[in-house]
């Protein structure tokens, strides 16, 4: 009798590493453990290095509309090097370039990686964004009322800071993630309204507790400014009234929190009317933040190799404390326009897309909000080595790159 010869059945695969879901994976954690930087260097700096290699060895692209805002970027940094060369020998302008350079090949790599996918990409950014927001609130508020942690080491003269190691850092920190939370009660689905709320309260109550005047100010402007232009482009009458209806119970809801806090304690309330004043004594006078930044004017227009790295503390004994005197005094003439440059390209880039009707322009509204305060905020304090900064340049720039190959497609409308 013939018999009738079979193939064995195929042995079965093992498990196979799903690439895209791992880059996804280690993106968001790296995104969630933004707000822990009390130590240097920070899990953040090794999360990003490690995300950075996975994403290159997967391969990229390179659109030619991050081109200005990465080559403004590399052009602030060769600026910082150019004029650290009299001052190799010297470990701390040496170590503040390095972290310079470290910082833009984060906002090079943010460029590059929002410009493919970039809708899912940004959602996922945020939402570990938010998530950190939420685990920094709960520490900082915590410590600042004395429930967690040590409030001597986690505190700054009254003012929470926890898990950061400033006070202003912490408040401008909370910035996006208020945004993220609010964009979510404006546009978002009503059924997640709670934890959205209370994403909203845990930010905006470690908002509070930094007792940071610039946060507290970038803060509002920010939210009136997304605000504004949901409601511009919203697609219809009854989106616009719900937005203006959703933007009013936020505005009651905070109100009524600080009113609450403020009413609680005497102490808080007068050291919350001490800090909401326009300036401090430290301010004031010829020596003062201000007159500090006018006096080094004079010099740097004499400089265009600027001070060197950190060599403007040792001029007038304290930091620039602000973005564009520093790009100029650290990074000199090519730094400190090519830091100006990309604020004004970044703002343009940004404003434009949130304008128009693509599945970018919600995205580039929040970008756009944020960014708009932070380069305003660079008036009056030193921001270009946040960490944080950096992620929404990025995006800003990766979303250009996106809102350009989707027009490439087809003629979205202008709102």
């Known amino acids: 009798m013939a018999q009738t010869v079979t193939d064995a059945a195929a042995p079965s695969s093992g498990p196979t590493l799903n690439y895209a879901r791992l880059l996804e994976a280690l993106f968001w954690i790296t995104s969630c453990s933004g707000s822990v930087v009390f130590i240097e260097p920070s899990p953040y700096d090794f999360l990003i290095l490690s995300t950075m290699v996975v994403w290159f060895l997967g391969g990229f692209t390179l659109h030619r509309a991050v081109l200005p805002g990465a080559a403004l970027l590399l052009l602030w940094t060769l600026g910082g090097y150019i004029s650290l060369i009299p001052y190799w020998n010297e470990h701390d302008p040496v170590d503040f370039m390095t972290h310079t350079l470290f910082i833009s090949m984060t906002g090079v790599f943010y460029m590059l990686f929002f410009s493919q996918d970039a809708a899912r990409r940004f959602e996922l950014c945020m939402s570990g964004y938010a998530a950190s927001c939420m685990l920094a609130a709960v520490i900082a508020v915590g410590s600042w009322a004395q429930v967690v942690g040590d409030p001597q080491a986690m505190t700054l003269e009254g003012r929470a800071m926890a898990p950061f190691k400033d006070p202003n850092v912490l408040g401008s920190y909370m910035v996006p993630g208020v945004l993220f939370f609010v964009q979510r009660l404006l546009l978002g689905r009503m059924r997640f309204w709670p934890v959205t709320l209370l994403g909203l309260l845990l930010s905006g109550a470690a908002l509070f507790a930094s007792f940071s005047r610039g946060s507290w100010g970038a803060a509002i402007v920010s939210v009136f400014v997304l605000t504004l232009l949901s409601m511009i482009t919203a697609e219809s009458r009854r989106m616009r009234m719900r937005i203006g209806a959703a933007a009013v119970a936020v505005t009651l809801l905070v109100s009524l929190a600080v009113a609450g806090a403020l009413a609680g304690d005497s102490s808080v309330r007068e050291f919350?009317?001490?800090?909401?004043?326009?300036?401090?004594?430290?301010?004031?006078?010829?020596?003062?933040?201000?007159?500090?930044?006018?006096?080094?004017?004079?010099?740097?227009?004499?400089?265009?190799?600027?001070?060197?790295?950190?060599?403007?503390?040792?001029?007038?004994?304290?930091?620039?404390?602000?973005?564009?005197?520093?790009?100029?005094?650290?990074?000199?003439?090519?730094?400190?326009?090519?830091?100006?440059?990309?604020?004004?390209?970044?703002?343009?880039?940004?404003?434009?897309?949130?304008?128009?009707?693509?599945?970018?322009?919600?995205?580039?509204?929040?970008?756009?909000?944020?960014?708009?305060?932070?380069?305003?905020?660079?008036?009056?304090?030193?921001?270009?080595?946040?960490?944080f900064f950096w992620i929404f340049v990025g995006a800003a720039w990766g979303l250009e790159a996106a809102r350009v190959r989707f027009i490439a497609q087809g003629r979205p409308q202008t709102a």
């Open 272 to 387: 919350f009317f001490k800090r909401a004043s326009a300036t401090q004594e430290y301010d004031e006078g010829p020596t003062g933040r201000f007159g500090n930044q006018l006096r080094s004017l004079p010099m740097l227009v004499e400089r265009p190799n600027g001070m060197g790295p950190l060599r403007f503390r040792l001029t007038f004994g304290v930091e620039p404390h602000n973005s564009y005197v520093n790009a100029f005094a650290s990074n000199g003439w090519l730094g400190g326009f090519a830091f100006f440059g990309l604020a004004i390209l970044t703002l343009g880039v940004l404003f434009r897309a949130s304008l128009q009707r693509t599945p970018f322009q919600r995205p580039a509204q929040l970008v756009a909000a944020a960014l708009l305060v932070f380069f305003l905020q660079g008036l009056q304090i030193d921001l270009d080595h946040w960490r």
